[in-house]
Nanobody
Framework: QVQLRESGGGLVQAGGSLRLSCAAS????????MGWFRQAPGKEREFVAV????????YYADSVKGRFTISRDNAKNTVYLQMNSLKPEDTAVYSC????WGYGLDPSEYDYWGQGTRVTVSS
């Protein structure tokens, strides 16, 4: 059974940092693109960051560029999202996803999803 499991969410003050992890099991994700998405209350899911299978290519939403960093460790089948300088508007449920073929920002093109981890940033 393929699973993506996020961890690392929590409550943090504005300006603080969190590091999210997404551990994959059930198959090897070493050749997949991995993405992070988030969904705030009452809003649609939005793209946050994506990393190619080799880590050679990364791309970020403008809203997080310069503050968030996506990385992966294929040996551990894990992808990370380092979030610095957090803002209240970053409050959301963050989910990781795997895309078997290609590389993109559209969540509908991703094949596997985790359940998400909640991030709350207080002002």
């Amino acid at each position: 059974q393929v699973q993506l499991r996020e961890s690392g969410g929590g409550l943090v003050q504005a300006g603080g940092s969190l590091r999210l992890s997404c551990a994959a099991s059930g198959r090897t994700f070493g050749s997949d693109s991995m993405g992070w998405f988030r969904q705030a209350p009452g809003k649609e899911r939005e793209f946050v960051a994506v990393i190619s299978w080799s880590s050679a290519v990364t791309y970020y939403a403008d809203s997080v560029k310069g503050r968030f960093t996506i990385s992966r460790d294929n040996a551990k089948n894990t992808v990370y999202l380092q979030m610095n300088s957090l803002k209240p508007e970053d409050t959301a449920v963050y989910s990781c996803a795997a895309r078997i073929w290609g590389y993109g920002l559209d969540p509908s093109e991703y094949d596997y999803w985790g359940q998400g981890t909640r991030v709350t940033v207080s002002s």
